[in-house]
């Protein structure tokens, strides 16, 4: 059962709020990108937001960050943060996933409710899809990899093996 719903979002919406981003950065042609570097940015671009690099005990077993959308910060276990500066495909893709929760709410804006009902909801309204579906755009850039084979994917774009096949199964979804 969710416990949230959100306003219905697509892979396509999601897929150009990734590229906007890379543009106002100027990494539209970048294969590999800085999603740690991006983290320590958002301070400066985002007045309200920080991030914390909390021990790995401080957050459930099984949590690999959080972002708490009320205090405007996003909790990263320290194993994770070392994780992905090393270059860890799963790390990464936690911080962008992280990252995902924080733009799509705090800052675009993205209304979202908790589901008390227990009702299923559609992909396109699950807050974790939406976060994991942008993470994976923002890492994978469709116009950069559609020639690609996943294998290529996880070694120039800095993923798991596993998101490189998810993305590259999707690579033509409009």
């Not at 940015?41 to 909390?54: N, Q, R, T, Y």
């Not at 943060?81 to 790390?91: L, S």
């Not at 909801?121 to 994991?132: G, H, R, S, V, Y």
């Amino acid at each position: 059962m969710q416990t949230y719903v959100a306003q219905p979002c697509s892979r396509r919406d999601l897929r150009r709020l990734a590229m906007a981003i890379r543009l106002k950065l100027g990494l539209e042609n970048v294969l590999y990108f800085p999603v740690v570097q991006l983290l320590e940015l958002m301070s400066a671009i985002f007045p309200k937001f920080h991030f914390e690099i909390v021990e790995n005990r401080e957050l459930q077993r099984g949590v690999h960050a959080d972002t708490d959308v009320e205090n405007h910060v996003i909790h990263i276990k320290r194993s994770v943060y070392d994780g992905a500066c090393a270059g860890n495909g799963r790390d990464r893709m936690t911080i962008a996933h992280e990252i995902g929760h924080y733009l799509l709410l705090c800052v675009w804006g993205f209304r979202f409710q908790r589901n008390f009902a227990g009702n299923t909801i559609p992909t396109c309204q699950d807050p974790e899809w939406q976060a994991k579906c942008f993470a994976g755009e923002l890492l994978v850039a469709a116009h950069l990899t559609g020639h690609m084979n996943p294998e290529e994917i996880a070694v120039v774009c800095g993923v798991s093996l596993p998101a490189a096949q998810t993305q590259c199964n999707k690579i033509r979804v409009k």
